[in-house]
């Protein structure tokens, strides 16, 4: 079980994905909840599902900041991608930004 600093809880067409030297690294993330028992997709079957792939993102995420190394997001539904910097953390801020989440009450 991730501890409360890894995890986070996003929407399956957010993707996050991380510049690793000359590679990018898909985090494909396990479903925490599924109203409508939908089966689970492998992550090149979960970005044809939006009409996508997951070539087609890297080259969008590489337009959007040259290929800097860290944390990118990629909603796939919209096709918009983000650049959120080199920490995990960086990435729930960005979600934040997104209205995605909200801080840990428990942290406070």
């Known amino acids: 079980m991730a501890d409360s600093n890894t995890a986070?809880?996003?929407?399956?067409?957010?993707?996050?994905?991380q510049r690793r030297g000359n590679g990018w690294a898909f985090k494909h993330g396990e479903p925490f909840i599924n109203l409508f028992n939908a089966p689970n997709?492998?992550?090149e079957e979960e970005f044809a599902a939006f009409g996508t792939s997951m070539k087609k993102v890297a080259i969008e995420l590489f337009r959007i900041n040259g290929?800097?190394?860290?944390y990118y997001i990629a909603n796939i539904l919209d096709k918009k991608y983000y650049?959120?910097?080199?920490?995990?953390?960086d990435v729930k801020v960005k979600l934040r930004e997104l209205g995605i989440g909200r801080p840990d009450p428990m942290e406070a």
């Open 8 to 17: 986070i809880v996003c929407p399956v067409y957010y993707q996050i994905i």
């Open 41 to 43: 997709l492998s992550p």
């Open 67 to 70: 290929g800097k190394q860290g």
């Open 83 to 89: 650049y959120c910097g080199t920490e995990w953390e």
